[in-house]
């Protein structure tokens, strides 16, 4: 009887005291782009000018709009469109509902 149990007991102690750590490298940022993710969604890629985005972003209550280019991608990466010409626009804070543009 005690030939089943040693070798349980035995067993046990190395399963309860077992640790198993996995560490992955995230990918490095200028790898990502929006033709190789792997994803099963659209990809939308907005392209602004920096200090454009930073004055946008700092000044939001009031009216200002910012050229951008739009990237459009389906889920296998092949693209949709390319530099597509657009305006990013926020309407500031003080802006009646009356006054905004229907979507």
Do not use: H
């Amino acid at each position: 009887m005690y030939k089943f149990f040693i070798p349980l007991f035995i067993a046990l102690i190395f399963t309860q005291c077992t640790k198993i750590y996995v560490e992955e490298k995230l990918p490095e940022l200028q790898s990502i782009s929006p033709t190789n993710m792997a994803t099963k969604l659209k990809r939308v890629n907005i392209v602004v000018d920096a200090s454009d985005w930073e004055y946008l972003t700092t000044n939001f209550d009031n009216d200002i709009q910012i050229q951008a280019s739009i990237y459009l991608y389906q889920s296998n990466g092949q693209s949709v469109f390319e530099d597509q010409k657009a305006e990013i626009e926020i309407k500031g804070i003080g802006v009646k509902a009356d006054e905004t543009d229907p979507l």
